[in-house]
T-cell receptor, first 116, second 113 residues
Framework: KAGVTQTPRYLIKTRGQQVTLSCSPISGHRSVSWYQQTPGQGLQFLFEYFSETQRNKGNFPGRFSGRQFSNSRSEMNVSTLELGDSALYLC???????????????FGPGTRLTVL | SQQGEEDPQALSIQEGENATMNCSYKTSINNLQWYRQNSGRGLVHLILIRSNEREKHSGRLRVTLDTSKKSSSLLITASRAADTASYFCATDVYKAAGNKLTFGGGTRVLVKP
């Protein structure tokens, strides 16, 4: 099976712009989660999507949003970029049903976003 | 503040030695997971241990969980240069379904050949 893929791998934007990152989960996985990793704050949970619905959400401002498509692929969007949004954005997929607790997550290689 | 805190923050050992790192957390958990990350790349899942389990093994890895002390440890035996990476514990505290992991700050492990 192919692993989790993320595109693009690297991105450079300027303050005020918006950006869309894409994630394709492992075939059969219906849960997709997003995490932000920075040297200062470490790994932080952004949100999780399951069956095209946001199921869980972290403590990030509304500038961070996401969506999931019927084929389980997911996108996250960051509007009005700030310097502090520079980070490695990681996507993870997992096998889960609607009622199960967390299982092991399979991570993609990440998208490194630099905001200038 | 983070749910998980890892100790030590960095560890340097010789190939063949054992490496032990600890993770402490603050609230009750459903499960605790350990991940490895090489050089700022994606994370690789190592072991998941549920709150009713005390110990799990996977190859050269051994994880313990003490819910009374709210702590876990990861032991890597007979370390190899390829084990050089950052290791993170992640806890699931959410009461409802789904995935919402809270990660610790990580332990950077350097295995010298």
């Amino acid at each position: 099976k192919a692993g989790v893929t993320q595109t693009p791998r690297y991105l450079i934007k300027t303050r005020g712009q918006q950006v869309t990152l894409s994630c394709s989960p492992i075939s059969g996985h219906r849960s997709v989660s997003w995490y932000q990793q920075t040297p200062g704050q470490g790994l932080q949970f952004l949100f999780e999507y399951f069956s095209e619905t946001q199921r869980n959400k972290g403590n990030f401002p509304g500038r961070f949003s996401g969506r999931q498509f019927s084929n389980s692929r997911s996108e996250m969007n960051v509007s009005t970029l700030e310097l502090g949004d520079s980070a490695l954005y990681l996507c993870a997929s997992s096998w889960t049903t609607s009622g199960t607790r967390s299982n092991e997550q399979f991570f993609g290689p990440g998208t490194r976003l630099t905001v200038l | 503040s983070q749910q998980g805190e890892e100790d030590p923050q960095a560890l340097s050992i010789q190939e063949g030695e054992n490496a032990t790192m600890n993770c402490s957390y603050k609230t009750s958990i459903n499960n605790l997971q350990w991940y490895r990350q090489n050089s700022g790349r994606g994370l690789v899942h190592l072991i998941l241990i549920r709150s009713n389990e005390r110990e799990k093994h996977s190859g050269r890895l051994r994880v313990t969980l003490d819910t009374s002390k709210k702590s876990s440890s990861l032991l890597i035996t007979a370390s190899r240069a390829a084990d050089t990476a950052s290791y993170f514990c992640a806890t699931d505290v959410y009461k409802a379904a789904g995935n919402k992991l809270t990660f610790g700050g990580g332990t950077r492990v350097l295995v010298k050949p």
